[in-house]
Nanobody, 120 residues
Framework: QVQLVESGGGLVQAGGSLRLSCAAS????????MGWYRQAPGKQRELVAG???????NYADSVKGRFTISRDNAKNTVYLQMNSLKPEDTAVYYC??????????????WGQGTQVTVSS
């Protein structure tokens, strides 16, 4: 059994900052890529940022220069530092992890989502 638990969402004014955290727990053998996705009302879920176990990162063009993804492999935790937030960043943010458990192969796991609302 694997759980991804997100925290850190909330309401912030435009130009402000938030830091999201996502901790993976359970019978985890190894974690490959971890990432953050978001879904705004009426829109498809989109990749915001991803990070490999080696620390290589990729970002959506819309967040480059404003968001920073990082991870602590010892804690199975991924972070998303969001600066200079804009109203269009408003969405439910989901954590994703591509991982192996002690009893299964490589699977995708998702967190329950955390709401980020940016007011203008």
């Amino acid at each position: 059994q694997v759980q991804l638990v997100e925290s850190g969402g909330g309401l912030v004014q435009a130009g402000g900052s938030l830091r999201l955290s996502c901790a993976a727990s359970g019978s985890i053998f190894s974690i490959n890529t971890m990432g953050w996705y978001r879904q705004a009302p009426g829109k498809q879920r989109e990749l915001v940022a991803g990070i490999t176990s080696g620390g290589s990162t990729n970002y959506a063009d819309s967040v480059k220069g404003r968001f920073t993804i990082s991870r602590d492999n010892a804690k199975n935790t991924v972070y998303l530092q969001m600066n200079s937030l804009k109203p269009e960043d408003t969405a439910v943010y989901y954590c994703n992890a591509d991982l192996r458990t002690w009893s299964s192969g490589l699977y995708d796991y998702w967190g329950q989502g955390t709401q980020v609302t940016v007011s203008s």
